[in-house]
Nanobody
């Protein structure tokens, strides 16, 4: 099971810290991805991290503003957002996969999502 938290409302230029808590002994061996879905749009890949934490991947629009990281001891993956923009408004989901990927279909387990709203 994956549970996201940390969403909320934030002004443009602000920051948020999202968490994805995983259950089970094997969570530490899964790659984790963050996805988002804005109203009326398809769910899109945002960032991923390998199970070792050595490899990360970001879409161009968030690179340099978002940072994905993981704490193996806490079974938690984080997504730190800074300099948020209106276009970052979406429901953010975390998902677990055997290998890091950008494709939704590669991910076996999904959380329920947490809302991020950027408004002035």
């Amino acid at each position: 099971e994956l549970v996201e938290s940390g969403g909320g409302s934030v002004q443009p230029g602000g920051s948020l810290h999202l968490s994805c808590a995983g259950s089970g002994d094997n969570f530490g061996y899964y790659a984790v991805g963050w996805f988002r879905q804005a109203p009326g749009k398809k769910r899109e890949f945002v960032a991923s991290i390998s199970w070792t934490g050595d490899h990360t991947d970001y879409i161009d629009s968030v690179r340099g503003r978002f940072t994905i990281s993981r704490d193996v001891a806490k079974n938690t993956v984080y997504l730190h957002l800074i300099y948020v923009e209106f276009e970052d408004t979406a429901v953010y989901y975390c998902a677990a996969s055997r290998l890091p990927a950008r494709d939704n279909d590669a991910y076996e387990y999904w959380g329920q999502g947490t809302q991020v709203t950027v408004s002035a």
